[in-house]
């Protein structure tokens, strides 16, 4: 899983918007890939941070189907944490509300 910014919305938004078993979704977005530390999957280099995953099991929800991993390395820009939490003022995490509306988590402890 990689962790978008609000930065790269326009690439995230294009990304979904392509098949992997048809598309090079890298190359069709103008993403870079980064080296994974324990899965063959290659990173986001523009996204925040990552966690990779093993397939745990899938289950089919309609024309969907859920998959559930098991969380084996994760990794992160420097200055993305701060006091053990994301810091979402330095990093501006996207949230993919469904179809082209996205959002970005506000701190309330300000």
């Known amino acids: 899983m990689n962790l978008p910014t609000a ?16 598309t090079d979704k890298f190359k069709a977005c103008g993403l870079t890939t980064a080296p994974p530390i324990a899965v063959r999957a290659p990173l986001v280099a523009e996204c925040a941070a990552h966690i990779e995953c093993r397939l745990a099991g899938r289950i089919e929800a309609g024309d969907h189907t859920i998959f559930m991993g098991t969380a084996v390395a994760a990794s992160c820009d420097e200055g993305a944490v701060k006091d053990g939490y994301l810091d979402i003022d330095a990093v501006s995490p996207l949230l993919h509300l469904g179809g082209t509306r996205y959002a970005t988590p506000v701190r309330m402890d300000r």
């Open 7 to 22: 930065d790269i919305v326009d690439k995230v938004q294009a990304a979904g918007t392509y098949s992997g078993r048809d």
